[in-house]
């Protein structure tokens, strides 16, 4: 065979060729279709950000309040789908919830052929603005609690918000979740990206693709992270044990969560933009410890790791935000996934337009030609 040469988790290996987005990870750049994530985290909302991932535009205002008008008036579930969310075990992790209630939605709209653009825009529609509702719902009925209908004179981010904890979010609370549905809606060829364009490759429905990605989502290493950044800061505790934990932890191998990347060798622009975030909602209510213990981590590891090209990424701030809004720290990831399911579908159009199944090779290190030996032979 050809001199392949193996690259483990396939590092600087171009799997496709795509124009969704852009990173620069020696100069913290990321540019979706162009435009820097920081201006659209400022300025843009999270559905009309999510218009410019999947059409390589900003939406004109007509474009934009059909879109806007569609989402809301898909974010209903199938009561069946409920029944189903209803038979889940309380205990269960809501981003298994919502990978089973994603993969089951696919088959109440049989769009399975992908060669009709219009079905698939159907599809676009329908998994951006149930992703939320089936989230809600898990954690809703886990609590002894019926769902809450979805409102549609909520934005997407705000209408979440109600959907968990029945009552309109403040316009800065809304405001702060859209920028971190922004945040989070693309990252070019990520695991769970990569994932999805794996299985949209063989031309399979929209819902089993996100379920793909959705579960590739769940791994600590990738969208999990956020999640167990709180678990490492709530086990150090106080600010006057970061730097001593740090030392040790780097002593003894330990990855820390919310550190590192496999592109960005300095600090994750995400993260930054997320870390002011949380310093503006904490001029109003304080800095709780757990921020500053953060920062203290940061601030210990940034001559250790620093040279090495590890900083916070983008789940190093983001789970504090949410903690502070009051939303359980095993919605962490679900947030991540409504946010990334806008540039999941981004990427499972463009793999359609010049498509070719996925089937990477390998090296063979394993034994040859060998005999098959009876049973009664055997040692
Ligand atoms: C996300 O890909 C994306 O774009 C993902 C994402 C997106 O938007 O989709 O950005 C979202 O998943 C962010 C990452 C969230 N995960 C974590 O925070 C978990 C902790 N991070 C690490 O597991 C790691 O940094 C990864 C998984 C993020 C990247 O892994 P790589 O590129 O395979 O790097 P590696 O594990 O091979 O590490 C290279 C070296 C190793 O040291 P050596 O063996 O060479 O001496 O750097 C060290 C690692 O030990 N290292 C770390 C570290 N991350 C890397 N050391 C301590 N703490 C860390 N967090």
């Given at each position: 065979?050809?001199?392949?040469?193996?690259?483990?988790?396939?590092?600087?290996?171009?799997?496709?060729?795509?124009?969704?987005?852009?990173?620069?990870?020696?100069?913290?750049?990321?540019?979706?279709?162009?435009?820097?994530?920081?201006?659209l985290a400022q300025e843009?909302?999270?559905?009309?950000?999510?218009?410019?991932?999947?059409?390589?535009?900003?939406?004109?205002?007509?474009?934009?309040?059909?879109?806007?008008?569609?989402?809301?008036?898909?974010?209903?579930?199938?009561?069946?789908?409920?029944?189903?969310?209803?038979?889940?075990?309380?205990?269960?992790?809501?981003?298994?919830?919502?990978?089973?209630?994603?993969?089951?939605?696919?088959?109440?709209?049989?769009?399975?052929?992908?060669?009709?653009?219009?079905?698939?825009?159907?599809?676009?529609?329908?998994?951006?603005?149930?992703?939320?509702?089936?989230?809600?719902?898990?954690?809703?009925?886990?609590?002894?609690?019926?769902?809450?209908?979805?409102?549609?004179?909520?934005?997407?981010?705000?209408?979440?918000?109600?959907?968990?904890?029945?009552?309109?979010?403040?316009?800065?609370?809304?405001r702060l979740l859209d920028?971190?549905?922004?945040?989070?809606?693309?990252?070019?060829?990520?695991?769970?990206?990569?994932?999805?364009?794996?299985?949209?490759?063989?031309?399979?429905?929209?819902?089993?693709?996100?379920?793909?990605?959705?579960?590739?989502?769940?791994?600590?290493?990738?969208?999990?992270?956020?999640?167990?950044?709180?678990?490492?800061?709530?086990?150090?505790?106080?600010?006057?044990?970061?730097?001593?934990?740090?030392?040790?932890?780097?002593?003894?191998?330990?990855?820390?969560?919310?550190?590192?990347?496999?592109?960005?060798?300095?600090?994750?622009?995400?993260?930054?933009?997320?870390?002011?975030?949380?310093?503006?909602?904490?001029?109003?209510?304080?800095?709780?410890?757990?921020?500053?213990?953060?920062?203290?981590?940061?601030?210990?590891?940034?001559?250790?790791?620093?040279?090495?090209?590890?900083?916070?990424?983008?789940?190093?701030?983001?789970?504090?935000?949410?903690?502070?809004?009051?939303?359980?720290?095993?919605?962490?990831?679900?947030?991540?996934?409504?946010?990334?399911?806008?540039?999941?579908l981004a990427h499972w159009?463009?793999?359609?337009?010049?498509?070719?199944?996925?089937?990477?090779?390998?090296?063979?290190?394993?034994?040859?030609?060998?005999?098959?030996?009876?049973?009664?032979?055997?040692?």
């Amino acid at each position: 065979m050809a001199d392949l040469e193996y690259r483990p988790g396939l590092a600087d290996v171009p799997v496709a060729e795509s124009g969704i987005s852009f990173i620069d990870g020696k100069r913290a750049r990321l540019e979706y279709r162009g435009i820097a994530v920081e201006t659209l985290a400022q300025e843009s909302t999270f559905e009309e950000t999510a218009w410019l991932l999947l059409k390589g535009e900003l939406p004109n205002q007509r474009d934009l309040a059909v879109f806007d008008h569609n989402l809301r008036h898909h974010r209903r579930l199938k009561f069946r789908i409920i029944d189903l969310i209803k038979c889940l075990p309380e205990s269960g992790h809501p981003m298994d919830a919502l990978q089973a209630g994603v993969a089951a939605s696919g088959m109440f709209y049989p769009g399975r052929e992908v060669s009709n653009p219009e079905k698939n825009w159907e599809s676009v529609v329908r998994l951006i603005a149930k992703l939320p509702t089936i989230i809600a719902a898990f954690h809703r009925l886990r609590q002894g609690n019926l769902p809450i209908e979805p409102r549609d004179d909520l934005s997407h981010a705000a209408n979440f918000y109600y959907m968990l904890f029945e009552e309109e979010p403040s316009p800065s609370i809304s405001r702060l979740l859209d920028a971190c549905l922004i945040l989070h809606a693309e990252h070019t060829m990520n695991a769970s990206t990569f994932s999805g364009r794996v299985t949209a490759s063989t031309l399979a429905n929209p819902y089993t693709v996100v379920s793909s990605a959705i579960g590739t989502l769940t791994g600590p290493l990738h969208g999990g992270a956020n999640e167990e950044v709180l678990d490492m800061l709530e086990e150090i505790g106080s600010v006057v044990k970061a730097k001593s934990w740090l030392e040790e932890a780097v002593e003894s191998k330990k990855k820390i969560m919310g550190f590192g990347h496999r592109v960005y060798k300095v600090k994750d622009p995400r993260a930054t933009v997320l870390q002011d975030l949380a310093e503006n909602m904490f001029v109003e209510t304080g800095k709780p410890e757990i921020y500053k213990l953060a920062v203290e981590i940061e601030k210990a590891a940034l001559p250790i790791l620093g040279p090495r090209g590890i900083y916070p990424n983008v789940d190093f701030y983001s789970g504090i935000i949410y903690q502070s809004l009051g939303i359980s720290r095993d919605l962490f990831t679900p947030i991540f996934a409504i946010a990334r399911v806008a540039g999941w579908l981004a990427h499972w159009l463009e793999q359609l337009k010049n498509n070719r199944i996925f089937r990477p090779e390998q090296i063979y290190i394993g034994k040859m030609d060998r005999p098959y030996l009876p049973l009664q032979n055997r040692p």
